[in-house]
């Protein structure tokens, strides 16, 4: 098949996801993207732009998040007939934590809504944003004043799917170590540098830990979109002695032999729908420490939990419990589980979806045709 994938938001994440499942996938995929910047024009103006750049007409288009999927089908229903359309969630707007500068209410969740409702399919990266999409979707359409058009939860519902994000994970293989026992432990933060992922609960329990006397080594990476978290320069200050790392690695080989050097990974977050640089971590031999919420439960193993999970205010407590010489939990079966999100095998499950939906899509016009005959 010829797949055209459109992705308005072309970084990060978005791209890894993007470029992973072009070189994955066994058709010819071609990539239409926009820069990784000014979101909220992305999700209201960027389907004018794919309907401008789209000059083929695909056996299938897949597009990303921010998008408003009805502006596009409006845009190109003369040109693309009946070309199936499916739409990819990275995230949803209805649940996104809002910070103090924005306050746009429903608006972005309400074309998630839309795009939903217009596409042909619906993929989720995870079970858990599944749910949180059909969870908020009542709360934001009970909030309108009438015509609720509560059905259209069960319509979406009926052609959503999930397709785990695919990472590529075994290019870390080539940067395998084995971990210095003799050292302290390194813990690691990988996470955008925003408040979503709330930097500051993971700063604080590291200041704690130090104050307590504690010896480890401390990491902190991740994309940063403007100036350092005012929190990173109190660890910059307080943590000076311990920190190994602080800023965006841009060499991939120097980020893998850190995270086969860390003993660690933490996250302190209010947002994530799936978890990547979790996910490469564990592959890298890191025990997780985790909130008990959003999506990392689903990560785990279920023998796994007690040691990784904590509960809201825990973080500190959770650290110290490993801290204090406790025997390092066995990870390998928690690897093994992690490894499955690898592209070579997310990747043929996307191209048999895919392949489905076209089957099936043409198999119902062709039924409609020789009725209506």
């Known amino acids: 098949m010829r797949i055209t994938l459109l992705e308005s938001y072309y970084g990060g994440s ?12 066994k058709h010819e995929v071609e990539l239409i993207t926009m820069p990784a910047q000014f979101w909220k024009w992305r999700m209201q103006g960027g389907a004018i732009t794919f309907a401008r750049l789209l000059e083929s007409k695909p056996d299938l288009i897949i597009a990303s998040s921010m998008i408003d999927l009805s502006i596009f089908r409006a845009l190109t229903f003369r040109r693309l007939g009946n070309v199936p359309i499916a739409l990819y969630l990275h995230e949803n707007q209805l649940s996104y934590p809002q910070n103090k500068r924005q306050g746009h209410g429903w608006r972005y969740g309400f074309i998630n809504h839309v795009s939903a409702l217009c596409a042909d399919a619906v993929y989720f990266n995870s079970d858990f944003h599944m749910s949180d999409f059909m969870t908020q979707l009542p709360r934001m359409l009970k909030n309108f004043r009438d015509y609720y058009e509560l059905q259209t939860i069960d319509e979406i519902r009926a052609k959503a799917r999930v397709l785990p994000v695919g990472i590529d994970l075994r290019r870390y293989d080539r940067y395998s170590a084995d971990k210095d026992d003799a050292q302290p432990p390194t813990i690691l933060w990988n996470h955008r540098w925003e408040e979503d992922k709330d930097p500051a609960a993971f700063v604080n329990s590291m200041i704690k830990l130090a104050a307590e006397g504690y010896e480890f080594s401390l990491a902190i990476t991740g994309e940063n979109f403007g100036k350092m978290p005012q929190v990173f320069h109190a660890a910059q200050s307080l943590l000076s002695d311990k920190l190994i790392q602080l800023g965006y690695v841009d060499d991939f080989a120097d980020y893998a032999r850190l995270l086969w ?29 985790l909130p008990d919420r959003l999506n990392y439960p689903h990560l785990l193993t279920e023998a796994l939990k007690s040691a990784c999970l904590y509960q809201r205010g825990r973080l500190t407590e959770q650290l110290r419990y490993h801290l204090d010489g406790k025997a390092k939990p066995d990870t390998t079966a928690l690897r093994a589980k992690i490894a499955a999100f690898d ?6 499950r996307y191209d048999a979806e895919l392949e489905d939906l076209v089957t099936r899509l043409r198999r119902d016009r062709d039924r409609r045709h020789l009725t209506r005959r």
Do not use: M, N
């Open 261 to 289: 050097q860390s003993d660690y990974v933490v996250s302190s977050a209010w947002q994530e729908f799936f978890g990547i640089s979790i996910c490469e971590a564990i592959y890298c031999g890191c025990l997780p420490i």
């Open 343 to 348: 592209w070579t095998v997310v990747g043929p």
């Open 14 to 25: 978005h791209k890894t996801w993007a470029d992973g499942y072009q070189r994955a996938s």
